[in-house]
């Protein structure tokens, strides 16, 4: 699909600043840590409900959640890991059980879930994701759409040990 | 006033309130939404328009009210706007208590929150000072000192809290009723100043008009 082509591109270059950053921070006598952990997002964990099943799709689909995860300090892609997902969608409220969906990172560390139309709520178009399983530090995302006609949004974890 | 004058006038405000309203009554995002949710957008919809009324009122803009009558109603409106206010609140609250919270604190994520909340504790201390002025034997002056100020942030939080948000109302409509508020409100501020340094009276036309006294 020509969008995920685009998307991972757009993946390599911000994830190219990312470690550009990490490595500048390297030369920092004070910052020897590399890639820093992602902090949680503000209101990042609104309207989560623990434990949601793994699927193949949230509903009826026909939008893309995207991201990765990688592990803090080397950059590492963690394969296996299981990321959250729920948004207020076509389909249902961002509290309804149904809204709500997981899947797990491959090899190269990323994942992608299909998932209903993201549609504005509280003033925002906006998806969010969690990672809550216990290995690593739990992170809450909260991204938001450049336009609500986009029919995919990404989203990056830097996990630390918790 | 000519007759058409009065009327083009009317018109045109109901137009500025009601064109939003019906342009946000034909969104599409109406359609994944609870009617809890529904009504607390158009209450912050209708309180967007009553905050237009408010410096129309008092400048003495709208014909064939007197300057009391004028006052009155700028008294009632404001009380229509705290419901308002408190109509959208309470809904969102309900739709999505989380997010309201994080409204409420301050710590949410989105831009426009804090102008929102902003602008609704500057309309309740507003409505809260105003209905006990007299008990608190506020003089003219002191509660303009006090409104003023208050006034200016309800029209700057309010216009700022609705063009940051993406929802129902269209972005043109809201646009432009944001601008006539904004415009109102200078207008009515720059007027009061001129009549004040004049020492003229509070409104040419009610000159001769037997006012009750507060």
Redesign the interface.
């Given at each position: 699909m020509n969008t995920f082509v685009l998307n991972r591109r757009n993946l390599l270059v911000a994830g190219g600043c990312v470690l550009a950053t990490g490595v500048s921070g390297l030369l920092l006598p004070a910052r020897a840590e590399g890639l820093a952990p992602t902090p949680s997002?503000?209101?990042?964990?609104?309207?989560y409900l623990k434990g949601a099943p793994t699927v193949d799709r949230i509903g009826k689909g026909g939008f893309w959640m995207t991201g990765t995860v990688r592990r803090a300090g080397d950059g590492a892609p963690l394969a296996g890991q299981r990321i959250q997902i729920w948004a207020?969608?076509?389909e249902g409220?961002?509290?309804d059980e149904r809204s709500h969906g997981a899947t797990l990172t491959d090899k190269n560390g990323a994942f992608r879930l299909e998932m209903p139309q993201i549609?504005?709520?509280?003033?925002?178009?906006h998806g969010h994701l969690a990672y809550d399983s216990g290995e690593f530090k739990t992170v809450f995302l909260?991204p938001v759409m450049r336009s609500?006609k986009d029919t995919s949004l990404e989203a990056h974890f830097v996990l630390q040990p918790a | 006033m000519r007759l058409a004058k009065v009327t083009l006038i009317w018109a045109a405000l109901a137009a500025a309130i009601c064109v939003p309203i019906a342009a946000a009554a034909a969104s599409p995002l109406l359609a994944w939404r609870d009617p809890v949710y529904i009504l607390a957008g158009f209450a912050g919809i209708i309180a967007m328009g009553l905050v237009l009324v408010q410096p129309l009122l008092i400048g003495g803009y709208l014909p064939g009210l007197s300057a009391y009558r004028g006052r009155r109603a700028h008294h009632w409106i404001g009380g229509a706007l705290v419901v308002a206010v408190a109509v959208h609140v309470g809904g969102l609250w309900i739709t999505s208590p989380p997010d309201m919270i994080d409204a409420l604190l301050f710590s949410s994520p989105t831009p426009f929150s804090p102008w929102g909340v902003v602008a609704m504790w500057a309309i309740f201390a507003v409505a809260i000072i105003a209905a006990l002025r007299r008990r608190l034997g506020l003089r003219a002056r002191t509660w303009r000192v006090v409104h003023m100020p208050l006034a200016i942030v309800i029209v700057v939080g309010s216009v700022v809290h609705g063009i940051l948000i993406e929802g129902t109302m269209e972005t043109m409509s809201k646009a432009a009723l944001c601008a006539l508020v904004l415009a109102a409100t200078i207008k009515v501020m720059a007027d009061l100043r001129v009549r004040r340094k004049r020492g003229t009276s509070f409104r040419p036309e009610s000159v001769g008009r037997i006012e009750p006294k507060a």
């Open positions: 997002m503000p209101g990042g964990a609104n309207n207020h969608t076509t409220r961002e509290g549609v504005p709520i509280f003033g925002q178009p909260r609500a | -």
